[in-house]
Nanobody
Framework: QVRLVESGGGVVQAGGSLRLSCAAS????????MGWFRQAAGKEREFVAA????????YYTDSVKGRFTISRDNAKNTVYLQMNSLKPEDTAVYYC????????????????WGQGTQVTVSS
């Protein structure tokens, strides 16, 4: 079992930045690929970014490329999502997830999910 706890959400003006963190516990963190999804009110949960266990491979949805950066610190069992140049359309609950293969992350087949953290971007 992998337990994931997100933090770092909040309210920010358009153009601002936030850094989300996701702390993992329970299993060997470095064995798992990690990802971030988001869900806006009334919409389906969508993929945002994923990073391999080695921190070498990363994927992003097109709408966040060049603005968001996913990274991880295996010594701290934590994955981060640095979000810059935020837009009102980035407003959503952001969820961290984990899987043994980065392909499972991008296919939304992760067995482990956090509870989410709210990000609100005001215009």
């Amino acid at each position: 079992q992998v337990r994931l706890v997100e933090s770092g959400g909040g309210v920010v003006q358009a153009g601002g930045s936030l850094r989300l963190s996701c702390a993992a516990s329970g299993r060997t963190f470095s064995n798992y690929a990690m990802g971030w999804f988001r869900q806006a009110a009334g919409k389906e949960r969508e993929f945002v970014a994923a990073v391999s266990w080695s921190n070498i491979t990363a994927y992003y949805t097109d709408s966040v490329k060049g603005r968001f950066t996913i990274s991880r610190d295996n010594a701290k069992n934590t994955v981060y999502l640095q979000m810059n140049s935020l837009k009102p359309e980035d407003t959503a609950v952001y969820y961290c997830n984990a899987a043994l293969n980065i392909g499972l992350i991008t296919k939304r087949e992760s067995p482990y999910w956090g509870q989410g953290t709210q990000v609100t971007v005001s215009s």
